[in-house]
T-cell receptor, first 118, second 109 residues
């Protein structure tokens, strides 16, 4: 199946710093990528939909100025957590769909990035 | 509002069969997905149903009844590696995925 690579897998940072997480589709092109946050023992929570070449669509309650999303190419989307605080510590996961598979195609997930803010 | 319900936790014995149910109420329907997620890892795709009926894929099968807003994931010949959370997700009329909270499946020897 298609591969989505997410980097870094683990990151520890100090409160107040910014962290960038990359999501790459390695063998397909994705016009749309999705960013999720998952707290322990809870399901995925969609944060935003990243659209190639345009602004991301954020879910209600997600601060767009805090979680900056850039989807500069058909294979790369980045999530930057700005001025991170301990409450931002979570498991962040991206997913992507092959643009040739239509809106109902299978979602491929990255490995996830575990962020710990001290 | 939109809602996906599935049991929080289930326990089964190695070699047995287990059925994980999922009921949903969404604005529109464009298919139902099942994903498996091991602790600390990202979800992996298991199945997609958009028409009523049973889809079989090896030891795993998924069933859908759109009129009842109901699906189940059937796992046969359970193995210890099947211990994971199983997530039910429905795609609504806007092609947005609505996720259930997941069912943690514990397999005992």
């Amino acid at each position: 199946g298609a591969v989505v690579s997410q980097h870094p897998s683990w990151v520890i940072c100090k409160s107040g710093t910014s962290v960038k997480i990359e999501c790459r589709s390695l063998d397909f092109q994705a016009t749309t990528m999705f960013w999720y946050r998952q707290f322990p023992k809870q399901s995925l929570m969609l944060m935003a939909t990243s659209n190639e070449g345009s602004k991301a669509t954020y879910e209600q309650g997600v601060e767009k100025d805090k979680f900056l999303i850039n989807h500069a190419s058909l294979t790369l989307s980045t999530l930057t957590v700005t001025s991170a605080h301990p409450e931002d510590s979570s498991f962040y996961i991206c997913s992507a769909r092959d643009r040739d598979s239509g809106d109902t195609g299978e979602l491929f997930f990255g490995e996830g990035s575990r962020l710990t803010v001290l | 509002g939109q809602n996906i319900d599935q049991p929080t936790e289930m326990t089964a014995t190695e070699g047995a069969i287990v059925q994980i149910n999922c009921t949903y109420q969404t604005s529109g329907f464009n298919g139902l997905f099942w994903y498996q997620q091991h602790a600390g890892e990202a979800p992996t795709f298991l199945s997609y149903n958009v028409l009523d009926g049973l889809e079989e894929k090896g030891r795993f099968s998924s069933f859908l009844s759109r009129s009842k807003g109901y699906s189940y994931l059937l796992l046969k010949e359970l193995q210890m590696k099947d211990s994971a959370s199983y997530l039910c997700a429905v795609m609504d009329s806007n092609y947005q995925l609505i996720w259930g909270a997941g069912t943690k499946l514990i397999i005992k020897p």
